[in-house]
């Protein structure tokens, strides 16, 4: 899926990004430099807490990191494999219900 | 409550459509030239919800022709459209943005899509586009709307099940009546303040999606423009001030419904009458 991040329950209270006034007045950068930077992979980390609910196996470790720029299909095959779950075994992963 | 059918901006976005030339991809009829679909669709619908009339239409050019609906896909000038994006989002992506790239002047219309029903690029489409499918992610992507807005996903969930069947219905059959009847409650938030506005921004040459949290109003509890919310994603492309109007041209702008709106327009307003009927703004940046 294309769709980038997924709420997280500890996502910060809505204040957005702010918009330092004093922030740095260079020359902005030219369209290319910018499209090249957001194409880029993000290499941060994110941080992923699993839940066990309904019926749903208890996972000795429930925090795990993952790097920002796998898809959340990444995070549904790692649990599969985590858990031993073979690929008839139905499993749903909810995200963001803190 | 009926406050949106006085609207003329959400109904003329509503009714906006694309006409489309709907092509069979020769390898794949052994040799046969077969001639082409031609269709108006609306901006707000989506391909897999007229993959079954092109599928009808083929198949009776085609003899003896069967093809799986979960198996057929679409591509312009070799890129594999994505099913679960709304078309006139797909139709500015790869046209509007893309000619602006080229700086080409004349719009291919009728849009030229091809149409494949064998070798299903599961590396870059998300698998099996049935209408059923394309109603899970409509209604996912609904129920992300409302938790950037609430930080839950109750509104959604509290609707009853025949009333979050007539958003999907009201699209399905083209009833602005039907679907927004029940969507201004969403997008209206009931009347209360949103804490996020379901906000995506696409940059040119497929770069990954920007969905930050977008909140409404400013630090002195103003509502925000497109400009502010763009600004925070994109500063380079979109200064807060212009420095000198005459000097300096934007460098960029921004599409939605294949329009470019004024930067200074209300981003509250904005996503509550320009979202796409998945209840997201999205918003594709143009470069000048």
Known sequence: MSSSGTPSSESPPPTAIAQDPAEPTGPPASPSTVIANHKRKDTSKVIVRFRAIGNAPIMKQNVFKITASNKFMAVIQFLRKELNYQHSDPLRVLAGTG | ?288
Not at chain 2, 15 to 39: M, N
Not at chain 2, 146 to 167: A, E, I
Not at chain 2, 174 to 193: A, C, E, H, I, P
């Open chain 2, 1 to 288: 409550m009926h406050t949106t059918s006085e609207n003329p901006v959400a109904r003329v976005i509503w009714e906006g459509s694309i006409p489309i030339q709907f092509i069979w991809d020769p390898t794949e009829t052994q040799g046969r030239i077969l001639e082409p679909y031609f269709v108006e669709v609306p901006r707000c619908s989506y391909l897999s919800l007229i993959t079954n009339q092109i599928r009808r239409d083929f198949a009776a050019k085609r003899l003896g022709f069967t093809s799986d609906e979960g198996e057929m896909w679409f591509d312009y000038q070799g890129i594999p459209l994505k099913w679960h994006y709304p078309i006139g989002l797909l139709f500015d992506i790869h046209v509007l943005q893309a000619t602006s790239m080229k700086k080409e002047a004349e719009l291919p219309l009728p849009w030229r899509v091809t149409v494949h029903s064998q070798n299903f690029p599961g590396e870059k489409l998300i698998k099996n586009p049935t209408l059923k499918s394309c109603q899970d992610y409509f209604m996912s992507m609904i129920k992300e709307a409302d938790y950037l807005r609430n930080g839950s996903t109750k509104k959604v969930m509290n609707m009853s099940k025949s009333d979050q069947t007539q958003l999907w219905e009201g699209l399905w059959s083209k009833s602005y009546d039907q679907f927004w009847g029940m969507n201004q409650r969403l997008v209206s938030n009931d009347g209360t303040m949103a804490r996020n506005l379901p906000v995506r921004i696409y940059l040119p040459e497929n770069c990954p999606v920007i969905q930050d949290l977008v909140s409404p109003l400013d630090e002195y509890g103003g509502p925000r423009t497109l400009r502010q919310i763009l600004h925070a994603a994109v500063p380079d492309l979109f200064p807060l001030v212009v420095v000198d109007a005459g000097l300096s041209s934007p460098v960029a702008s921004v599409l939605i419904h294949g329009v470019r709106p004024s930067l200074e327009t209300d981003a509250i307003w904005a996503a509550q009458t320009m979202a796409y009927p998945d209840n997201f703004l999205h918003l594709v940046v143009v470069l000048e």
